[in-house]
């Protein structure tokens, strides 16, 4: 039995297509807005979780899933202990700079930068790596916000079709990042449930 973590969100959908695609039922699972069930037997060879992304890498890096299907995003945030068996090529969006349309953000030397994120490792990595000296601000909801109300100078964020930026007057400076969903493994489980996990990566792929 191998239990696999796939995120709830944007790239649920594509991960239960997946499996799908395979000939498993996964009706309850894509039902799961309605059941709020949050696991899920699939047949006699998968137990499925649903969880947040940070959660997926968590349940998988301490070996509590087997495999995990996140973005990018979020393993490039984490920098956890799973290893990465494959970009399922769904998802696809990156990570960027934005500021507000038209206004000078970089080469201020009297002011440090301000950028707001829910990704402060993404951001103080490039910004450190680009040798730009900034002040992270952690944002947990639309990061958007951030420079709109004077909070920050701009936001590290994940752009896919960049109708958010537009609708509120923001435009990407610089991209960081691509980014899709990958499938992840714990590096145990890889090593002790090897045939398991190759069968998994099959259907999957
Ligand atoms: C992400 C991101 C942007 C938006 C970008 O948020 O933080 O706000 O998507 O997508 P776009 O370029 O297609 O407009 P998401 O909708 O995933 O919600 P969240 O704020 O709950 O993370």
């Given at each position: 039995m191998i239990t696999i973590a796939l995120t709830k969100g944007r790239i649920l959908d594509e991960a239960i297509k997946l499996f799908e695609k395979a000939g498993?039922?996964?009706a309850e699972i894509k039902d799961n807005a309605k059941n709020r069930k949050l696991i899920f037997e699939l047949g006699t060879s998968f137990r499925v979780i649903l969880a947040k992304s940070a959660d997926v890498v968590t349940f998988t890096a301490r070996g509590a899933c087997d495999c995990g299907i996140v973005g990018k995003?979020?393993?490039?945030?984490?920098?956890?202990?799973?290893?990465?068996?494959?970009?399922l090529n769904f998802g696809k969006c990156r990570f960027a700079v934005a500021a507000k349309a038209g206004e000078t953000v970089f080469g201020n030397k009297n002011k440090?930068?301000?950028v707001g994120t829910k990704y402060?490792?993404?951001a103080r990595t490039y910004f450190n790596e680009s040798g730009i000296d900034c002040e992270i601000v952690k944002i947990e909801g639309s990061v958007e916000l951030a420079p709109l109300l004077g909070v920050a100078d701009c936001i590290v964020d994940i752009v896919e079709s960049g109708s958010t930026l537009r609708a509120n007057g923001l435009e990407?400076?610089?991209e960081i990042a691509f980014i899709s969903a990958r499938l992840i493994a714990?590096?145990?489980?890889?090593?002790?449930?090897?045939?398991d996990i190759k069968a998994l990566s099959d259907i999957l792929l």
């Open positions: 498993f039922d996964v995003d979020t393993l490039l945030e984490m920098n956890a202990n799973v290893t990465e068996l494959a970009d440090t930068l301000c402060p490792h993404v990407v400076l610089r714990n590096p145990a489980s890889l090593k002790i449930k090897t045939a």
